[in-house]
């Protein structure tokens, strides 16, 4: 069993920057594919975030150029630095991962509790 812990959120005025970090523990015998996500309130959970198979970055469109994701394979960390934020980023977000292959089609088994993120204007 994995567990994932999440950190960093908190309120932000428009513009300002947070950086939230995932914690992996656990069992964790081969690689992690790590992502993060979100959801609004009322809204559906999105993806923001993930580290590919061969360790490229992909974000989504609506944070392209203001969120970077990072992961430390070694420790198992997972970081997402999120700049320029705007109140449509007001969201819980939750850090989760499932072992290689990198296969973000099926539902990652492995969930954190979430850390909200305010953004005010």
């Known amino acids: 069993q994995v567990q994932l ?3 960093g959120g908190g309120s932000v005025q428009s513009g300002g ?4 970090s995932c914690a ?3 069992y964790i015998p081969i690689k992690l594919c790590m992502a993060w996500f979100r959801q609004a309130t009322g809204k559906e959970r999105e993806g923001v975030a993930r580290i590919e198979g061969d360790g490229w970055m992909s974000v989504a469109e609506s944070v392209k150029g203001r969120f970077t994701i990072s992961q430390d394979n070694a420790k198992n960390t997972l970081t997402l630095q999120m700049n320029s934020l705007k109140p449509e980023d007001t969201a819980m977000y939750y850090c989760a991962a499932r072992f290689a292959p990198c296969n ?3 539902p990652l088994p492995y969930w954190g509790q979430g850390t909200q993120v305010t953004v005010s204007t």
């Not at 920057?17 to 939230?20: G, H, N, Q, T, V």
């Open 5 to 7: 812990v999440e950190s």
């Open 17 to 20: 920057s947070l950086r939230l």
């Open 24 to 26: 992996a523990s656990g």
């Open 104 to 106: 973000y089609i099926d």
